[in-house]
Structures are given as structure tokens and as C-alpha cells.
């Protein structure tokens, strides 16, 4: 399979580009890993014969960024900005952008086979949204003893309670605000018995604009 070499650096700066700046700094300290699950997918979203059928190459910037999205946090949110500066300084930004979006959430789709799948085993809230935050301190209430101990718990395996602890507190909504509502949507919902009524008390009370 086909794949894009790109240094810790270099993607670094590219998600800045984008206006990724806390993933930015992740990519600093990928693993050889990772760079590659990464490299290898936005190859796909570059250049595979599904990307060509949705309108042509987005450039490497994109779609490696749009990967490391993918690889690193599993939400298949979209770009903060889908064309970095210069290319909006270059076109007409607002008559691409919603093109964008819809391109790459369609290619997103397409590539569910073709993605080699990020070691989700790693995967936590420390990880992916740095600093990482170490033990809580002996003084700390159970509370907050809690939140620490999720701050290292693989995402994968977070529940609806562990979901509703840590927005609740506000915190990493940007990574955990997608997984809420993937859960609030869920078929359990229809079971009066397990719906999740304090998940979603605690995700009516986020800021809308997440």
C-alpha cells in the first residue's frame, strides 16, 4: 500500500496549518508507528482511485492531517480549517470550503477498509490531549482523584459514566464530546433502562459551540 513519508516535524506544522494546533503537538512525539498508520492513510486520501473519484487530489497537507485526525483520536471530526492560509488567501475560501468538508467526510467513508487501524490500546486522554496530567496529588478529593486516573484510560474503553464524570468537568471536551453523542445516539436509547440520562444532562450543559 502506497504511502506518504513525512517527518514528526513536518506534519507538526502542517496541522497548524489547519489550525491544529494541540494535535500539532502530538505529532512531535508519534511513534514510528503511528507516523506510518498516518503516512499510509493520507496517501489514500491523496492520491487512491476513490479520492480521484470524488474530484481529484486534496494536496498532501490535507490529507495527511485529515489522517492524523483519524489515527490519533478515532472521532472523524473535521478539519478546524480544511485550506491552510495561503490556500485561502489563493481562492475563494468560502465557495471551497463546505466542498471540502463533504469531500472528505465521503472519502472518509470509502476508506473505512483501507485504513490500517490505529493501536487504540494506546489511546488516552494524555495522549492526545497533552500535557499529560501525572498521579493527583495526596490532598486531592475523590473527584479529582478520578479524573486523573480517566486522563489514562484508553478512550476505547471509557463508559458512559467515565464519559459523563470528565465532560461534567469539562474536560478535553474536544475529544470526548463526539464520543458522547456516538453513545446518546446509540440503539440502547430506546431502553428506558439504560438510557444514559446523565450523559446526556451532562452534554446539554457544554458550550454549543461543540
Known amino acids: ?40 492513510l493520507g496517501a489514500y486520501y491523496a492520491f487512491s482511485e476513490d479520492a480521484m473519484a470524488l474530484g481529484g487530489s486534496m494536496g498532501g497537507t490535507r490529507a495527511l492531517s485529515l489522517a492524523a485526525i483519524d489515527v490519533l483520536e478515532n472521532t472523524g471530526r473535521d478539519l478546524r480549517l480544511s485550506r491552510t492560509e495561503r490556500e485561502r488567501e489563493e481562492s475563494s475560501f468560502d465557495r471551497f470550503a463546505e466542498d471540502d468538508v463533504v469531500r472528505d467526510r465521503e472519502l472518509r467513508r470509502h476508506a473505512a477498509e483501507q485504513q490500517i487501524p490505529a493501536d487504540e490500546s494506546t489511546i488516552t486522554l494524555d495522549t492526545v490531549d497533552p500535557p499529560a496530567w501525572g498521579p493527583a496529588p495526596p490532598e486531592a ?14 478512550l476505547r474503553d471509557f463508559t458512559v459514566e467515565d464519559l459523563r464524570i470528565m465532560i461534567g468537568e469539562q474536560v478535553a471536551l474536544n475529544h470526548l464530546v463526539w464520543p458522547a453523542l456516538d453513545r446518546l445516539r446509540s440503539d440502547s436509547l430506546v431502553d428506558d433502562d439504560n438510557y444514559p440520562a446523565e450523559l446526556l444532562a451532562s452534554a446539554l450543559r457544554v458550550d454549543s459551540a461543540y
Not at 141 to 154: D, G, W
Open 1 to 40: 500500500m502506497a504511502k506518504l513519508g513525512v517527518s514528526r516535524e513536518v506534519l507538526s506544522r502542517m496541522l497548524r496549518e489547519h489550525g491544529e494546533d494541540d494535535l500539532a503537538e502530538c505529532a512531535l512525539t508519534l511513534s514510528d508507528d503511528e507516523l506510518a498508520r498516518i503516512g499510509t
Open 141 to 154: 478529593t475523590p473527584l479529582t482523584t478520578r479524573c486523573h486516573e480517566l486522563r489514562t484510560k484508553p
